[in-house]
């Protein structure tokens, strides 16, 4: 595809229930960054990726947060027993030059009931 | 801690009206970005600012850049109702490869 593709596009999953979330990046682009957005709010920055580097994890909020990038491609973002507050938006971007533009897949909205 | 703080947190104008948007980050940078993002879902990328610029255009979009002051603004000429959204500032930082963003500015631009 042209552009990063996130699936599903919205999850509702019972409190502690685990969640995966897939990001197919831009193809040749060799950064990946995963961020949450709750409502009506910023970005927080989760975890990122960078061709064969070891991935900067230090915005991961707990331990139930985990992320893996296989063949430097698609990445999986896996949620482990769910709570309410991990309900946000998670968004997906890649980028061909470290530091450069980022483009944006249209996130995954999760809901945690 | 979010690198960058965008002010203010909310901006309502008239069509045809400029916006102006500022953006305010705490460690040195390699470079600033600015997107847009519509309804809470992706964002766009806007324009790139290098540390070592001080002023760019593209289109009705003009971006400054101080970094002495470790600020930047964005200004959108004669808005358009189309350019309602949510503005974010984004930075890099040294020892950290991600992108920081800030907590926005949402535009809302009355026909």
């Known amino acids: 595809g042209a552009g990063v593709s996130q699936s599903p596009s919205n999850k509702v999953t019972e409190k502690g229930k685990d969640v995966e979330l897939r990001c197919d990046p831009i193809s040749g682009h060799t950064a990946l960054y995963w961020y949450r957005q709750s409502l009506g709010q910023g970005l927080e920055f989760l975890i990122y990726f960078q061709g064969n580097s070891a991935p900067d994890k230090s915005g991961l909020p707990s331990d139930r947060f985990s992320a893996e990038r296989t063949g430097g491609s698609v990445s999986t973002l896996t949620i482990q027993r769910t709570q309410q507050e991990d309900s946000a938006v998670y968004l997906c971007a890649s980028s061909l030059l470290v530091q450069g533009e980022a483009f944006f897949g249209q996130g995954t909205r999760l809901t945690v009931v | 801690s979010q690198q960058g703080e965008e002010d203010p947190q909310a901006l309502s104008i008239q069509e045809g009206e400029n916006a102006t948007m500022n953006c305010s980050y705490k460690?040195?940078?390699?470079?600033l970005q600015w997107y847009r993002q519509n309804s809470g879902r992706g964002l766009v990328h806007l324009i790139l600012?290098?540390?070592?610029?001080r002023e760019k255009h593209s289109g009705r979009l003009r971006v400054t850049l101080d970094t002495s002051k470790k600020s930047s603004s964005l200004l959108i000429t004669a808005s358009r109702a189309a350019d309602t959204a949510s503005y974010f500032c984004a930075t890099d930082a040294p020892g950290r490869r991600a992108l920081t963003f800030g907590s926005g500015t949402r535009l809302q631009v009355q026909p």
């Open positions: 600012i290098r540390s070592n610029e």
């Open positions: 460690t040195s940078i390699n470079n």
